[in-house]
Antibody, heavy 118, light 109 residues
Framework: EVQLVESGGGLIQPGGSLRLSCAAS????????MTWARQAPGKGLEWVSV???????YYADSVMGRFTISRDNSKNTLYLQMNSLRVEDTAVYYC????????????WGQGTMVTVSS | EIVLTQSPGTLSLSPGERATLSCRAS???????LAWYQQNPGQAPRLLIY???SRATGIPDRFSGSGSGTDFTLTISRLEPEDFAVYYC??????????FGQGTKVEIK
């Protein structure tokens, strides 16, 4: 079965760090375009980051310099390292994949909640 | 950054009616990289349309997408009870950052 399972969310104080994981099954992460998006409580979707199949990362301006996207090919897992967390980073974080960009992001994880609060 | 503006914010319709949702971009978007998603409360987004007009696997043919340039439309020909949800457009062209529209909620009238 093709699926994504996120983990690593939780409650963290402002300025802290957290690493989210997105474990894939049924397809190869390194051959796909993998993205992170987030959704603050009661708000719309916000794109966060993408890593291309070639390994090139891109980020939203709101997280540039604080978040790092990466993947572990041996574990077939995507990561999002989040540093210098702010209250406004509080959201459900989703990972998703596109087999190639023209096909859109067809597989999404269930999401993991990150709460940044003192 | 390309800004996507969706309208209306809320659409109040009855089952069986036709829904027309708009997504307008601040710059030209390649049609190849315009998608529509459906999201129900507490659930992850679900891909409906990619490439502006291609239905994703398993999506009923009552959903259709159209448009080019800066104006795109999602049409639901006859609303079924399970179609009442929030819909987002997204542009994901070759040059990030990518963006989502703010969403259109389709609610039961």
């Amino acid at each position: 079965e093709v699926q994504l399972v996120e983990s690593g969310g939780g409650l963290i104080q402002p300025g802290g760090s957290l690493r989210l994981s997105c474990a894939a099954s049924g397809f190869i992460v390194s051959s796909s375009y993998m993205t992170w998006a987030r959704q603050a409580p009661g708000k719309g979707l916000e794109w966060v980051s993408v890593i291309y199949s070639a390994g090139t990362p891109y980020y939203a301006d709101s997280v540039m310099g604080r978040f790092t996207i990466s993947r572990d090919n041996s574990k077939n897992t995507l990561y999002l390292q989040m540093n210098s967390l702010r209250v406004e980073d509080t959201a459900v974080y989703y990972c998703a994949r596109a087999s190639w960009l023209g096909n859109g992001f067809d597989i999404w994880g269930q999401g993991t909640m990150v709460t940044v609060s003192s | 950054e390309i800004v996507l503006t969706q309208s209306p914010g809320t659409l109040s319709l009855s089952p069986g009616e036709r829904a027309t949702l708009s997504c307008r971009a601040s710059q030209i978007v390649s049609s190849s990289y315009l998608a529509w998603y459906q999201q129900n409360p507490g659930q992850a987004p679900r891909l409906l349309i990619y490439g502006a007009s291609s239905r994703a696997t398993g999506i009923p043919d009552r959903f259709s997408g159209s448009g080019s340039g800066t104006d795109f439309t999602l049409t639901i020909s006859r609303l079924e009870p399970e179609d009442f949800a929030v819909y987002y457009c997204q542009q994901y062209g070759s040059s990030p950052p990518w963006t989502f529209g703010q969403g259109t909620k389709v609610e039961i009238k």
